[in-house]
């Protein structure tokens, strides 16, 4: 090499290391470091830096307030996130100020509502300050009387009964208290979905605060990209602070409800014929859900679990007995039926706040979507029951462990066409989950967990695995959860890349899990 070229090597070497030293190659922005919640976050703190800049009917406060227990209180317990401060907001414009402030300070942010997110892998993680809800239940009319808004903290029985007494209804969640934002978020099943679609279908417009505390609306024509992800996964992208829903007029006042309890022996039959009577999608628009359970009833028997199913149909009894005609066909151990108005079939069901569903307590809980009941797995789940309530009396008796399963008329869910939002599982008609409670201070945790997931594998054995991200606990794969089209999670984790780069949405089902990996 001669002298010139020699000096040429050298110069361009040195000039490529001070190109490095300058500026070193970046990361990709998922796998920069999040940020850090300070050791000691106090209320007194938060208090001092955020509390002028808050509207007057905001409180913030810690673990030594009485309110605190109350605030935080979370469906299950089994694992839950390091609450340090709590925001309970006044209005809406306080979100984007706290969340402004979280990013000023390095601190982890959570938006909780009524507390239903069963992502207990991730969410365990958590630890900084909770955006509290809870005081945002406004409802208005729209002057054209076809939409509502629908404020962040409102939930079940709070946007039923309201909209029922001015003269409407909308698609929501079947339990009074779950918190109605978050299951629009997540897609939402519900009575009216056979009639009117999911819950997410019925959205017209989100009042949204990003990751980066700006606050924005998201509808079909603003940020349309975004309202397709926020229809089945909007967890990942920002706070919902208030919605416009489509809402309809209240046409059926009275709905027909038919109870049945049957024996062991039965569950071939009862489950032949709740083939066929969901066909290919096939179910009567107007009958809203049925719900069915294995459980030990002592009315019946101590020792082999009963089937419970209860039916509910948005018209007349006569309307609903030609369609149950064939369930009227099993000999029961007894049945019930009546008629009452809409607001009322939560209780009926057992879905309403007094039925004790909305206590916190630590929860087995595994689910699977299904088509199709395989009626051959459903005797094995049933036997299994059994097996494990002999085993584990306490876990049947005082957990009340109980095997359910939740039928939805799905006419107008499926004319929604699959490629249109996030949410993935039109043409899955059944959600089945097993649920255990089980005591602080038990040592049955492991074996019902176990129960739990023997009896979820029975559900997928034969199967592709499909879950319902509202129900997720954060061990299922991710194309699972939101579709096994590759585009879908592409597409998904591209808007994370857009509207949420730093991740900090990632505590309930994260489509970009913090490890890179499971959101275990």
Excluded at 23 to 34: E, G, I, R, V
Excluded at 137 to 157: N, P, R, V
Aim: proline share 5%; with cysteine; aromatic share 12%.
């Amino acid at each position: 090499m001669g002298a010139k070229s020699l000096y040429r090597a050298v110069c361009s070497l040195m000039l490529f290391q001070v190109l490095v030293t300058a500026a070193p190659l970046s990361k990709p922005d998922y796998l920069q470091p999040y940020p850090t919640t300070p050791r000691n976050l106090t209320a007194d703190e938060v208090m001092r830096d955020l509390g002028g800049q808050l509207s007057s009917g905001t409180t913030i406060f810690g673990p030594a307030d009485a309110a605190y227990q109350n605030a935080t209180k979370r469906w299950n317990i089994l694992e839950v996130p390091n609450i340090q401060v709590v925001v309970q907001v006044g209005h809406e414009s306080d979100v984007a100020k706290i969340v402004q402030y979280c990013n000023s300070k390095s601190i982890e942010f959570l938006a909780v509502n009524r507390g239903h997110s069963l992502s207990i892998y991730s969410m365990k993680k958590f630890k900084g300050i909770q955006i509290d809800l809870k005081q945002l239940t406004g409802i208005t009319l729209q002057d054209h009387k076809k939409s509502a808004i629908l404020q962040g903290g409102t939930y079940g029985i709070n946007v039923i009964s309201t909209l029922w007494d001015l003269g409407y209804v909308t698609a929501t969640g079947a339990h009074e208290c779950v918190g109605y934002t978050g299951l629009a978020l997540g897609g939402g099943h519900g009575r009216y979905e056979g009639l009117y679609g999911l819950a997410s279908d019925n959205l017209i417009k989100l009042n949204t605060v990003l990751a980066n505390g700006s606050t924005i609306e998201v509808s079909q024509t603003n940020h349309a990209d975004l309202f397709w992800g926020m229809q089945g996964a909007g967890h990942n992208y920002g706070i919902v602070t208030s919605a416009e829903v489509k809402i309809y007029p209240r046409e059926i006042d009275t709905w027909h409800y038919h109870d049945y309890f049957w024996s062991g022996d039965k569950l071939e039959a009862v489950f032949e014929r709740m083939n066929a009577f969901h066909g290919n999608g096939s179910t009567p628009v107007k009958m809203g859900v049925n719900y069915g359970s294995f459980t030990m009833n002592p009315r019946f028997s101590n020792t082999s679990a009963t089937i419970w199913w209860s039916f509910v149909y948005a018209g007349s009894a006569n309307e609903a007995e030609a369609f149950l005609q064939p369930f009227n066909e099993i000999e029961a151990l007894a049945d019930e039926m009546g008629d009452v108005p809409y607001p009322q079939i939560p209780t009926v069901q057992g879905t309403n706040i007094a039925s004790g569903g909305c206590e916190p307590t630590r929860k087995a809980f595994a689910h699977s979507l299904l088509q199709t009941y395989n009626v051959t797995n459903e005797r094995a789940v049933y036997d299994m029951y059994n097996a494990n309530a002999a085993l584990y009396p306490t876990l049947a008796q005082e957990g009340g462990a109980v095997v359910l399963y939740e039928g939805y008329a799905t006419e107008a869910v499926e004319t929604v066409p699959d490629e249109s939002s996030a949410y993935p599982h039109r043409h899955e008609y059944h959600i089945l989950y097993f649920l255990a409670n089980v005591a602080a201070n038990s040592t049955l945790l492991e074996p019902a967990l176990k129960w739990a997931n023997s009896i979820r594998d029975l559900w997928n054995y034969g199967r592709r695995p499909a879950h319902y991200v509202n129900y997720c606990n954060g061990d299922e794969s991710l194309e699972s959860i939101y579709g096994y089209e590759p585009w879908r999670l592409e597409r998904l984790r591209g808007l994370k890349t857009r509207y949420d780069p730093s991740n900090r949405f990632r505590y309930h089902i994260p489509v970009r899990p913090e490890d890179g990996g499971s959101t275990r």
